[in-house]
């Protein structure tokens, strides 16, 4: 043992080797078959998830798939409805159409029938006509053989002996006129100088268009002219209205047609007068105030009327309407006076006729509102009050009342008959009426009318009695050689339109302002 102890460790050394290679061996077979197995578990197991996912992936695309048809088949079905009724509304097309078409050709058929009776019928007439041109030839030529003249000679023979004829009864006619004219012309003047006698020795003509303002001292006359005559135009631009100032003492003459205009006027240059301060801009605001304060009266006067009238709940365009008659004189005579006087009349008659009283005063009231508006509406008073009178919530027995007192419609009531009745026997006072002035204001109203008719005008005033008319234009709309053509225009008009005594004086003014303010 002692001798061969390499040997000894050469075994130990040996055995140690084998059995570390035979663990190692062991071990690593043993070692090696579970990594296997691991690696075949962890395989398995990612193509089982592998197939999971890719089942659900292919269930996902089947069931987008079927939405995808289902929507696909919606958008089919609204397509194929949409289709559907474009091929209903093509067929009703087709059916109107191909009905029109058959009416277009039977028409077209009955067109050619009656072309063809026509045609007939054309070549029927034009041998009629040939046969009768022949006959009318051959019997020409008889009555020429018979008579011994010739168709023309026998005209020129029937025309002279017509012509004799009529001559003679032309004047047969113009004389039996001339002495009927004549006749009539001395009734007529017979009756005016009649009349005339009796009519009162104070003239309404200058009650009517001529007014005074009395000023305390001569100084006041050139302040209200001004410097160049300013102050003077400005209140005549103002009103519409002519101021003459001329050596009266102590006074100024103011003369329009428009008796509202002339009041207003009257009042601005009183008030004008007393305050002293006299200029442009002033002018124009006191005669805003006069303007405003004369509307006050006129509702005022209005409402008094309908009270002493008892006529209740008039509408207040109406009541308006009867405060301008205060201001309206109608051939002479003051409208609402002699309405009042009517109302009361046609009481009276219809108290001892036991009628409706109330309904006659209110008819009496009325009847003459139309002329209040017969510078703004053409037309008898008459009618245009009755077309007030019911646009204003007036029954249909006062409106056919104020209607028919010109005998213009026929009366509905025995009240309505009344107003012409008392009309007239209000119209009959000795001296109560003038026709000239009512023709005279119409005149320079229509003077007025026919310039406001052009365009670009702001304010149109007949002057001195209709011989001068004074035109404002608007500057923005009309320039200087506007104003020439404008003023050239406009007497041609009056020229053609109008009929006057001497000449018109057309002016146009046109005036540019511009106001600033200094702050």
């Not at 039996?176 to 009649?194: D, F, H, L």
């Not at 009517?342 to 008659?349: F, R």
């Not at 119209?427 to 052009?454: C, P, W």
Request: charged share 30%; net charge neutral.
């Amino acid at each position: 043992m002692s001798e061969n102890p390499l040997a000894l460790y050469l075994l130990i050394f040996l055995l140690g080797t084998i059995l570390g290679a035979l663990t190692f061996w062991l071990y690593h077979k043993f070692a090696l078959g579970g990594v296997k197995r691991f690696q075949t578990e962890i395989l398995n197991r990612a193509q089982q998830d592998a197939e999971e996912i890719k089942r659900a992936a292919e269930l996902t695309l089947k069931q987008k798939h079927i939405e995808q048809q289902r929507d696909l088949e919606q958008i089919w079905q609204q397509e194929r409805k949409k289709i559907q009724r474009e091929e209903e509304r093509i067929k009703q097309r087709e059916d109107k159409l191909e009905s029109r078409m058959n009416l277009v050709e039977k028409k077209l058929q009955d067109i050619e029938k009656r072309e063809a009776v026509l045609i007939g019928r054309k070549a029927q007439l034009d041998e009629e006509k040939k046969q009768t041109s022949e006959a009318h030839a051959q019997l020409v030529e008889q009555l020429e053989k018979a008579a011994g003249l010739s168709s023309s000679e026998a005209k020129e023979m029937l025309i002279d002996r017509l012509t004799n004829e009529v001559k003679t009864d032309a004047a047969n006619l113009i004389r039996r006129i001339q002495k009927e004219a004549e006749e009539e012309a001395e009734k007529r003047a017979s009756t005016i100088i009649a009349t005339s006698i009796n009519r009162l020795a104070v003239s309404c003509t200058s009650e009517i268009t001529v007014s005074t303002v009395a000023i305390p001292n001569e100084d006041m006359k050139g302040r209200i002219i001004g410097r160049e005559g300013r102050n003077i135009r400005a209140l005549e631009r103002a009103t519409g209205i002519n101021f003459i100032i001329d050596d009266t003492p102590g006074a100024v003459v103011l003369s329009g047609f428009d008796p509202v205009r002339k009041h207003i006027a009257k009042m601005a240059l009183s008030e004008l007068v007393q305050d002293g301060r006299i200029h442009p801009t002033r002018i124009e605001e006191i005669v805003e105030k006069a303007t405003i304060n004369v509307h006050k009266q006129i509702k005022q006067y209005g409402e008094d009327a309908a009270l002493r009238a008892g006529a209740m709940n008039l509408h207040p365009e109406l009541i308006n309407l009867l405060g301008k008659l205060k201001f309206r004189y109608s051939y002479g005579q003051n409208v609402l006076d002699h309405s009042l006087e009517v109302a009361h009349l046609m009481g009276s008659i219809a108290a001892e006729l036991g009628l409706d009283i109330r309904l006659a005063k209110r008819i009496g009231l009325l009847h003459d509102v139309g002329k209040a508006v017969t510078h703004e509406i053409e037309g008898s008073h008459a009618i245009i009050g009755h077309d007030l009178a019911l646009k204003y919530g007036e029954n249909r027995e006062v409106a056919n009342g104020i209607g028919c007192h010109h005998h213009e419609m026929p009366p509905l009531t025995v009240e309505a008959d009344l107003c012409s009745a008392a009309d007239a026997i209000s119209a009959s006072r000795e001296g109560a009426r003038i026709e000239a002035v009512e023709e005279y204001i119409k005149r320079l109203k229509k003077l007025e009318d026919m310039a406001l008719e052009f365009s670009g005008i702001e304010k149109a005033y007949a002057m001195q009695a209709g011989r001068e008319i004074r035109i404002v234009v608007l500057p923005d709309q009309i320039t200087d050689v506007g104003v020439v053509n404008l003023a050239k225009d406009l007497t041609k008009r009056i020229e053609q339109e109008l009929s006057y005594p001497g000449k018109i004086k057309v002016t146009v003014i046109r005036e540019k302002r511009v106001v600033q303010y200094a702050v």
